[in-house]
């Protein structure tokens, strides 16, 4: 057992480990650890050993652990496929605790909002074959909800998967050559990069093989599983789509670095690398912070998992609301956090000043919609614009077609909910355009819609407090003939303080809540609204404008706050972000109050 426990914590930790073992046993499940399980004192050891340490490390300082602790440590999910197979077989759903571990295998029983599973998928960079696009489509419309949505890491979701059809649906996934797997519960989600990776002649670095690397180090390492809480990774390449890195625990961002650096004496050799940003999570208000770390591209798995090992040992077990890696970095401090990095990769990380690095290009904030060329000459990606990120099978399987016949097979899914057809030559340009209109989407929309985000909702989710989704629409609907935008403006919808939309990265932001309209407790869905929100180089989080909005009262006031922007915005061309924020909220609420919507 590890030297930095004192001998009585360490007599204290085999007497926990026994007696979850004892514990497990009465159940008749196997050894802790899997195999070879514990040793002969009850010390944990196998691939659950770092978690298991942590775990009673916070039980011998005196903590309590949470349910969802003792749930992974009674028996780990990966060891209970054969029982979760049983359920199913019965047609039967989990308990909580089952409910839980499913997760591990990318299943979310999502009752009372829908009496059915929900699944997420793991897509690497988000970027999968036509070929897999279309099988996902055929397993969704065999085995679920005949349709699937683009989630936030540029991720597929399918929905209303009955029990019994939930194994058949992991397994087909498999023959596809996709997984599910640490989609959901305290792992490390899908691994999010560039969109256009390898394809943008502006990006200045290919994020694929390190998202790549990432998304199979991960799944062949059963160590990297059960960790204290969620935990995101990302890759921007700084290409022409924002991938949103800043959101992320760990992100890394690619930066060009000048001749001239140093570090400890040795000189940084130019180029390209990655700049190390940490403790990025937005529904706690925060997003990755510079660390003054320069990671080479060719080191960034290493690195990645470093951190996450010192996330295991040293995150909270207790309280899961602060259990996200943003908490070690306030306790710590970035400095000691990073000390304990080295001392697990056994060696310093390179810091080096921004002054010897180039800034970083500015996003396309619509480079995500339309037709744009590519690095290649000849060839151009299409973006798609999705309503709110829903396609049904019938769209998936022609938009497959269309990226085997015109484009080179590859789709590509974006964090803004939509994806992305690539290597389109000139001259099937048209044909492109004209099939897709065949079947209801489009590559062209209104800036409204191109930044319009919004989360599954009430309708999926049963911690949402509105129908996400659907009031979306809505806002855009009534917006449209209304106000003409002539500057990006993204309106993030998110159903709750999971914040799956990233409501405070909005330059508008609506957060779900149930608004109160009567003194005898009765609610209706609504919103709490925040402006200001922003990514990349605007980063920074909203501020609450007002609060329990009525939901049908949303899009009239979404449109007086825009029409305020364009009456008194100092320039035509300031962009709303810059608006918000060089007003006060009183000052701001007046305004607003003073333009008032339309007739």
């Not at 040795?266 to 510079?290: K, S």
């Not at 919004?454 to 509105?466: E, H, R």
């Amino acid at each position: 057992m590890s030297d930095d426990f004192t001998p009585d914590q360490k007599r204290y930790l085999e007497g926990f480990m026994s007696g979850m073992q004892s514990a497990r046993t009465a159940r008749g499940l196997g050894p802790l650890g899997g195999t070879p399980g514990t040793s002969g004192s009850g010390k944990p050891s196998g691939p659950d050993k770092e978690h298991l340490e942590a775990q009673a490390k916070t039980v011998a300082a005196g903590g309590k652990l949470a349910e969802q602790e003792k749930w992974k440590a009674a028996e780990h999910p990966f060891d209970a496929y054969a029982r979760f197979k049983d359920q199913a077989n019965a047609g039967l759903y989990p308990k909580p605790d089952d409910n839980f571990r499913w997760r591990y295998h990318g299943l979310f029983y999502v009752a009372p909002a829908q009496n059915s599973y929900m699944c997420r998928l793991r897509i690497p960079n988000g970027i999968l074959k036509a070929w897999q696009f279309a099988g996902v489509a055929d397993l969704a419309d065999t085995l679920c909800g005949p349709y699937a949505h683009v989630t936030t890491r540029a991720n597929l979701q399918v929905r209303e998967i009955p029990a019994q059809n939930a194994p058949l649906l992991l397994e087909g996934l498999a023959d596809l050559g996709l997984t599910a797997k640490g989609s959901g519960a305290d792992n490390i989600r899908n691994v999010t990069g560039s969109a256009t990776a390898g394809i943008d002649p502006h990006e200045l670095l290919d994020t694929r093989p390190h998202a790549r690397a990432w998304h199979h180090h991960i799944l062949n390492d059963r160590s990297l599983y059960g960790l204290p809480r969620k935990f995101n990774v990302a890759f921007d390449g700084a290409g022409s789509i924002a991938t949103l890195e800043d959101t992320n625990d760990i992100g890394f961002q690619a930066i060009e670095v000048m001749e001239g650096g140093s570090f400890e004496g040795a000189a940084v050799e130019p180029g390209v690398w990655y700049r190390l940003a940490l403790g990025g999570i937005t529904g706690h208000r925060d997003l990755a912070r510079d660390t003054g770390v320069i990671v080479a591209p060719s080191d960034a798995v290493a690195v990645a998992d470093a951190i996450v090992r010192v996330f295991t040992a040293s995150g909270n077990r207790t309280d899961r609301a602060k259990s996200r890696l943003k908490y070690v970095l306030d306790s710590w401090g970035f400095e000691t956090f990073l000390s304990a990095v080295e001392e697990k990769l056994g060696r310093r990380l390179v810091r080096l000043d921004t002054t010897f690095v180039k800034p970083r290009p500015v996003y396309d904030r619509l480079a995500h919609t339309g037709v744009h060329p590519q690095l290649q000459p000849g060839l151009n990606w299409v973006g798609v614009a999705l309503p709110v990120g829903k396609l049904t099978v019938q769209q998936m399987r022609v938009i497959a077609a269309i990226a085997n016949s015109c484009g080179d097979g590859d789709i590509r899914l974006t964090v803004w909910q939509n994806l992305l057809i690539s290597g389109v030559p000139d001259d099937k340009v048209e044909d492109v355009v004209a099939n897709l209109e065949a079947i209801g989407l489009s590559t062209e929309t209104s800036i409204l819609r191109a930044g319009l985000i919004a989360c599954t909702g009430a309708t999926g989710c049963k911690f949402a407090a509105a129908h996400t989704k659907e009031d979306a629409l809505a806002i855009a609907a009534h917006c449209e003939p209304r106000l003409t935008l002539d500057t990006p403006v993204n309106i993030h919808l998110t159903g709750c303080h999971n914040s799956c939309a990233q409501h405070y990265i909005g330059d508008l932001g609506l957060i779900g809540a149930k608004v109160p309209v009567s003194e005898e407790g009765d609610t209706v869905p609504g919103y709490h609204i925040f402006v200001g929100g922003g990514f990349g180089v605007e980063g920074g989080i909203g501020r609450e404008f007002r609060t329990d909005v009525k939901a049908e009262d949303a899009p009239a006031l979404v449109e007086a706050i825009l029409r305020t922007w364009q009456t008194h915005r100092a320039a035509p061309d300031e962009s709303f972000v810059a608006f918000a924020r060089r007003h006060e909220i009183a000052a701001l609420q007046a305004l607003v109050a003073e333009t008032g919507e339309s007739a």
